[in-house]
């Protein structure tokens, strides 16, 4: 069974750092392309960043550009999600997705592409 679980959300104030590990269980790590989202009270989830299957390739959602930074250990079957300078805006559940892809440079941005989900883990940026 496949299961994506993540970890280090938290309380911080608006310029501070974060790291969000996603540790993946059940599935051939690479074959995998992975993404996190988020999803804030009220507003649909939104792409943050991907990762492509084996090229490596990253996206990013444009406000996230130059401040988070995906990416991913093979050896430890895990995603990570660095994020600097936070700000409150930036307050939002973060989930973990993953999905089985043949292309091996692809950057999938749509939420409805993924088929694996972790639980989230919370995010909140004060001002």
């Known amino acids: 069974q496949v299961r994506l679980v993540e970890s280090g959300g938290g309380l911080v104030q608006a310029g501070d750092s974060l790291r969000l590990s996603c540790a993946t269980f059940?599935?051939?790590?690479?074959?995998?392309?992975y993404a996190w989202f988020r999803q804030a009270p009220g507003k649909e989830r939104e792409f943050v960043a991907g990762?492509?299957?084996?090229?490596?390739?990253?996206q990013y959602l444009d406000s996230a550009k130059n401040r988070f930074t995906i990416s991913k250990d093979n050896g430890k079957r895990a995603i990570y999600l660095q994020m600097n300078g936070l700000k409150p805006e930036d307050t939002a559940v973060y989930y973990c997705?993953?999905?089985?892809?043949?292309?091996?440079?692809?950057?999938?941005?749509?939420?409805?592409?993924?088929?694996?989900w972790g639980q989230g883990t919370q995010v909140t940026v004060s001002s």
């Open positions: 990762i492509s299957r084996i090229r490596g390739n990253t």
């Open positions: 059940g599935l051939a790590f690479s074959d995998y392309a």
């Open positions: 997705a993953a999905v089985w892809t043949q292309l091996t440079g692809t950057v999938h941005e749509s939420a409805s592409q993924y088929g694996h």
